[in-house]
């Protein structure tokens, strides 16, 4: 089983950027894909982004694209998400997430570990 810690969440004015953390520990290795989604109040899990842990390959959800970008450092085992000009439709909790297999479809049921989950607020 993965652990996953998000961090870097919190309030943020329109237009401006958040970097998003995510550790990772315990069983890893079998980990080929991390992603980030959010949920805003009333609504579904959305997908934001994901990324490829071995060749960097990324997707991104409609929402993020231009926006958003997702990284990571393999050394620290550690995902980010850099997100700019935020809007407050952007407000939501985000969550981290590990799986095993990596494409360019990929919804939460590929996931199978998350994180807690953090807030991020965008004031108008």
């Known amino acids: 089983q993965v652990q996953l810690e998000e961090s870097g969440g919190g309030l943020v004015q329109a237009g401006g950027s958040l970097r998003l953390s995510c550790a990772a520990s315990?069983?890893?290795?079998?980990?080929?894909?991390m992603g980030w989604f959010r949920q805003a109040p009333g609504k579904g899990r959305e997908f934001v982004a994901a990324i490829n842990w071995r060749d960097s390959r990324t997707a991104y959800g409609d929402s993020a694209k231009g926006r958003f970008t997702i990284s990571r450092d393999n050394t620290k085992n550690t995902l980010y998400l850099q997100m700019s000009s935020l809007e407050p439709e952007d407000t939501a909790v985000y969550y981290c997430a590990a799986g095993r297999i990596f494409s360019y479809g990929l919804s939460s049921g590929d996931f199978g570990s998350w994180g807690q989950g953090i807030q991020v607020t965008v004031s108008s």
């Open positions: 315990g069983r890893t290795s079998g980990t080929f894909v």
